[in-house]
């Protein structure tokens, strides 16, 4: 039987470790499928990121602005988007705020192929099963997102 009360630190972060101990095999499990289907849709992992920061910012943005809210590295967020710009997934536009940092955008191919990938995603974890309820899928998200929360209010010092 589950317990509904709030747990205490010492209790709250061993299960919290729980959660984290099955996020990063999923997350490499996730990432590998979407790689071995890269060949078939041009997207690595990296590419796919920035198109999806794209669709969900609804307008173009600066490297600086995709790196920051993908929590990436500017360098690594410019090779993805270099390479988005070879599949032409996105195209570079002029910055009116600043002359050297162009804008990011989708292109309609690239609108296409997030698109098809993210329907082809939601098909099949629509099979995940476990009668799983809305309620449920919350709660996860809650947690998640507290957790987030949490890690991001740690300041990490460079060693």
């Known amino acids: 039987m589950v317990d509904n009360s709030s747990l205490p630190p010492e209790l709250l972060g061993p299960r919290l470790a729980e959660v984290y101990a099955v996020l990063g095999p999923l997350y490499r499990r996730v990432a590998r499928l979407v790689e071995q289907d890269s060949p078939r849709n041009g997207l690595?992992?990296?590419?796919?990121?920035?198109?999806?920061?794209?669709e969900l910012a609804g307008t173009a943005e600066t490297v600086p602005q995709i790196a920051r809210a993908l929590e990436l590295s500017r360098q690594f967020v410019q090779r993805m988007v270099n390479d988005g710009l070879e599949q032409g997934f996105v195209e570079l536009q002029s910055n009116p705020a600043h002359r050297r940092s162009s804008l990011v955008?989708?292109?309609?191919?690239?609108r296409t192929a997030?698109?098809?990938?993210?329907?082809?995603?939601?098909?099949?974890?629509?099979?995940?099963?476990?009668?799983?309820?809305?309620?449920?899928?919350?709660?996860?998200?809650?947690?998640?997102?507290?957790?987030?929360?949490?890690?991001n209010e740690i300041d990490v010092q460079p060693s």
């Not at 690595?44 to 999806?52: H, N, P, T, W």
């Not at 099949?124 to 987030?148: E, S, Y």
Request: no cysteine; proline share 0%.
């Open 44 to 54: 690595s992992i990296g590419v796919r990121a920035v198109l999806e920061r794209l």
């Open 105 to 110: 955008a989708l292109t309609e191919a690239g």
């Open 114 to 151: 997030i698109q098809a990938l993210q329907a082809k995603e939601h098909e099949t974890m629509g099979h995940v099963g476990g009668d799983l309820t809305d309620a449920d899928v919350a709660t996860t998200l809650r947690v998640l997102r507290h957790m987030l929360a949490a890690v």
